[in-house]
């Protein structure tokens, strides 16, 4: 039995058409295959000012809402910004830009 999704089959319909569209993927930089899966989950990785900034890890942090596309041969993970994508509105589910 599989686990319930993270994302939302539509919305890694979405994400796949939006990597083809800026001609992605293309081999892995690491091992050359071709082959890469969108990750099961979205990624929001913590902005910070300093290294300070970086040791408290509770409270106010601004996040870069990322999708992640993993390597199926080796592994690699690359991180691609919702926002460069346009793809913000999977993130707040406000609906796609009009």
């Known amino acids: 039995m ?3 999704r993270q994302i939302p089959e539509e919305d890694v319909r979405v994400i796949a058409e939006r990597l083809s569209a800026v001609g992605l993927p293309k081999a892995c930089p690491m091992c050359g ?3 890469f899966a969108i990750a099961d989950g979205y990624f929001s990785l913590p902005l ?19 999708v992640g596309m993993v390597c199926q041969a080796c592994g690699f993970t690359s991180f691609h910004s919702l ?4 793809l913000m509105f999977l993130w707040t589910r406000e609906g796609p830009p009009a």
Do not use: M, Q, R
């Not at 290294?51 to 601004?62: C, P, Q």
């Not at 926002?83 to 346009?86: D, P, S």
């Open 2 to 4: 599989f686990p319930e």
């Open 33 to 35: 295959v071709h082959t």
């Open 48 to 66: 910070t000012k300093n290294v300070n900034d970086a040791k408290t890890l509770i409270g106010d942090k601004s996040l870069f809402p990322c």
């Open 83 to 86: 926002a460069k994508l346009g």
